[in-house]
């Protein structure tokens, strides 16, 4: 459900570079407690959202300078790879495809 809003243009905040900031409720609580999540997303390419970092909003406030500069080389690379490199990636364990769960009872 979160990466199809951010597809639909619901993130919480554009951080540029194609990285935006989702927040994620905690089971049994709102949003605002829960969890911050920074997905790299390209709008015309929809299908695929990749989830890069996430934390707890109890944890920390926010992300760093660097850390943003970090995550948007990663987001670069994932968001501009072919579908080979990513089949290589998902064969050898270094992503992992979560598949959208259809069943709204689980969300």
């Known amino acids: 459900m979160a990466a199809r809003e951010v597809a639909e243009g619901k993130a919480e905040a554009n951080l540029g570079q194609n990285l935006f900031k989702k ?16 997905v790299a997303f390209k ?5 695929k959202i990749f989830f890069l970092y996430g934390f707890a909003k109890n944890d920390r406030s926010n992300i760093s300078h660097i850390e943003l500069d ?3 080389l990663v987001a670069r690379a994932y968001l501009g790879a072919t579908e080979k490199v990513l089949a290589s990636l998902l064969g050898n364990g270094e992503l992992i495809e979560i598949e959208e769960n259809t069943d709204e009872r689980h969300t």
């Open 70 to 72: 970090g995550l948007a």
């Open 43 to 47: 709008s015309n390419n929809s299908s």
């Open 23 to 38: 927040r994620i409720p905690r089971p049994g609580m709102g949003k605002s407690s829960g969890f911050r999540t920074i």
